[in-house]
């Protein structure tokens, strides 16, 4: 008989199959040469700062690789707490802040630190792909509140302050949301604020696209909860940074505490070369989340004229971030089938909507961060495939 695994590693599978085989099979076909546009990963068509390359390479030099605090160094906390200061207005200190292996490694360490089995957490769905298993490694349960396609992918707040029950331990949000690139408003943000600080929920809002907002700045729930409140974020989208694993939550002394201690067992410290580049990051973010912001724009804005008036692969404007959903409800495929067909017919990759929840089961994700030659012609593609499509 063959050792047991733990409990765990079905609360981490995948609902059903591999969300992300076609995107690493465009990924390979890419590699050995062949004629593929892939749009199905956010990973901006950018250069990371000369600067922050620069620093990461004295660093080296310097013989930066040794042991580091597992929470970060000072100094770079201490940067992530001003920038978090000015775009939130929410007064912090180097000591609400722990550094990790990236957004993901936040969301996932809060899950830890702040449920566990027997809870219930919230999120709105659509979601971020990654958020199921996270908050099922904690052995919580997840509850799903809709974000429908009916309200523009914005929260239904009724059902939300419905699905609060005495297990409910917290609420998963982004925003902007990954993948329909809403927005929150003023109003949705307080009234989250007052349901959470009504019912004692803690509410984790990552908003790793808030630097491709207007002006950068989004409604802040950790201004208005700073005690219930985690921002987890990361230098990844603003900075084109996503290899470099640099990532941090903003949230309570206490929380941070705790994370640390679970950060000593899980990283112990990511490397010094590694936080010195980042902190060169963190000041000049100003110039990096203007140029992205640019970027984003210009190819969002280009995609989405591109394919205007395809009913089979109609394009939903999205108010930040780096995606862009497509309503295939017209083609008649599903968003599993259209997404195959259109890699067999045309190589371009996509993502099935169904991946981020229920209320994109009828809709595609793509990524219009990549370059704008490629991304017409995508589009091209795209408007081409939905042209031999019987609906």
């Given at each position: 008989?063959?050792?047991?695994?733990?409990?765990?590693?079905?609360?981490?599978?995948?609902?059903?199959?591999?969300?992300?085989?076609?995107?690493?099979?465009?990924?390979?076909?890419?590699?050995?040469?062949?004629?593929?546009?892939?749009?199905?990963?956010?990973?901006?068509?950018?250069?990371?700062?000369?600067?922050?390359?620069?620093?990461?390479?004295?660093?080296?030099?310097?013989?930066?690789?040794?042991?580091?605090?597992?929470?970060?160094?000072?100094?770079?906390?201490?940067?992530?707490?001003?920038?978090?200061?000015?775009?939130?207005?929410?007064?912090?200190?180097?000591?609400?802040?722990?550094?990790?292996?990236?957004?993901?490694?936040?969301?996932?360490?809060?899950?830890?630190?702040?449920?566990?089995?027997?809870?219930?957490?919230?999120?709105?769905?659509?979601?971020?792909?990654?958020?199921?298993?996270?908050?099922?490694?904690?052995?919580?349960?997840?509850?799903?509140?809709?974000?429908?396609?009916?309200?523009?992918?914005?929260?239904?707040?009724?059902?939300?302050?419905?699905?609060?029950?005495?297990?409910?331990?917290?609420?998963?949000?982004?925003?902007?949301?990954?993948?329909?690139?809403?927005?929150?408003?003023?109003?949705?943000?307080?009234?989250?604020?007052?349901?959470?600080?009504?019912?004692?929920?803690?509410?984790?809002?990552?908003?790793?696209?808030?630097?491709?907002?207007?002006?950068?700045?989004?409604?802040?729930?950790?201004?208005?909860?700073?005690?219930?409140?985690?921002?987890?974020?990361?230098?990844?989208?603003?900075?084109?940074?996503?290899?470099?694993?640099?990532?941090?939550?903003?949230?309570?002394?206490?929380?941070?505490?705790?994370?640390?201690?679970?950060?000593?067992?899980?990283?112990?410290?990511?490397?010094?070369?590694?936080?010195?580049?980042?902190?060169?990051?963190?000041?000049?973010?100003?110039?990096?989340?203007?140029?992205?912001?640019?970027?984003?724009?210009?190819?969002?804005?280009?995609?989405?004229?591109?394919?205007?008036?395809?009913?089979?692969?109609?394009?939903?404007?999205?108010?930040?971030?780096?995606?862009?959903?497509?309503?295939?409800?017209?083609?008649?495929?599903?968003?599993?089938?259209f997404v195959a067909a259109l890699y067999e017919a045309e190589r371009v990759s996509a993502l099935d909507g169904a991946v981020f929840g229920r209320e994109t089961e009828d809709f595609v994700r793509v990524c219009f961060a990549t370059d704008e030659a490629s991304l017409l012609e995508a589009a091209r593609r795209i408007r081409r495939f939905a042209g031999t499509l019987p609906g």
């Amino acid at each position: 008989m063959s050792p047991r695994f733990s409990p765990l590693v079905d609360r981490i599978a995948h609902d059903g199959s591999d969300p992300w085989a076609l995107h690493w099979r465009a990924r390979a076909a890419q590699a050995a040469g062949e004629d593929v546009i892939v749009l199905s990963v956010g990973d901006p068509d950018l250069d990371t700062p000369a600067p922050v390359v620069d620093m990461a390479i004295e660093r080296l030099r310097a013989h930066d690789t040794h042991y580091t605090e597992s929470g970060g160094r000072l100094p770079l906390r201490e940067a992530i707490a001003a920038a978090h200061i000015e775009r939130t207005g929410q007064q912090v200190t180097a000591d609400n802040v722990i550094f990790l292996n990236g957004a993901q490694n936040g969301l996932f360490v809060s899950a830890q630190v702040i449920s566990t089995v027997g809870d219930e957490v919230i999120t709105f769905d659509p979601m971020y792909a990654t958020y199921p298993a996270t908050l099922r490694a904690s052995g919580a349960t997840m509850v799903r509140v809709p974000a429908p396609a009916s309200r523009n992918f914005h929260p239904d707040l009724d059902a939300f302050e419905a699905a609060i029950t005495p297990r409910t331990r917290a609420v998963f949000l982004a925003t902007p949301s990954n993948p329909s690139g809403v927005v929150l408003t003023d109003a949705e943000v307080d009234r989250i604020a007052s349901l959470a600080e009504r019912h004692s929920l803690w509410v984790v809002s990552d908003e790793v696209y808030s630097g491709t907002a207007v002006d950068g700045r989004i409604p802040s729930l950790g201004a208005r909860l700073p005690g219930q409140v985690l921002t987890v974020s990361s230098l990844s989208k603003t900075h084109a940074m996503t290899g470099w694993r640099c990532g941090w939550v903003v949230g309570p002394k206490a929380f941070v505490e705790h994370a640390d201690l679970l950060a000593q067992c899980m990283i112990y410290g990511l490397p010094g070369f590694i936080q010195e580049a980042a902190l060169v990051a963190v000041g000049m973010r100003h110039a990096a989340e203007l140029e992205v912001r640019a970027f984003c724009r210009l190819r969002r804005d280009a995609f989405y004229r591109a394919l205007e008036g395809v009913a089979a692969a109609r394009p939903l404007l999205p108010d930040a971030g780096m995606f862009m959903l497509l309503d295939i409800r017209a083609s008649g495929l599903s968003a599993a089938g259209f997404v195959a067909a259109l890699y067999e017919a045309e190589r371009v990759s996509a993502l099935d909507g169904a991946v981020f929840g229920r209320e994109t089961e009828d809709f595609v994700r793509v990524c219009f961060a990549t370059d704008e030659a490629s991304l017409l012609e995508a589009a091209r593609r795209i408007r081409r495939f939905a042209g031999t499509l019987p609906g």
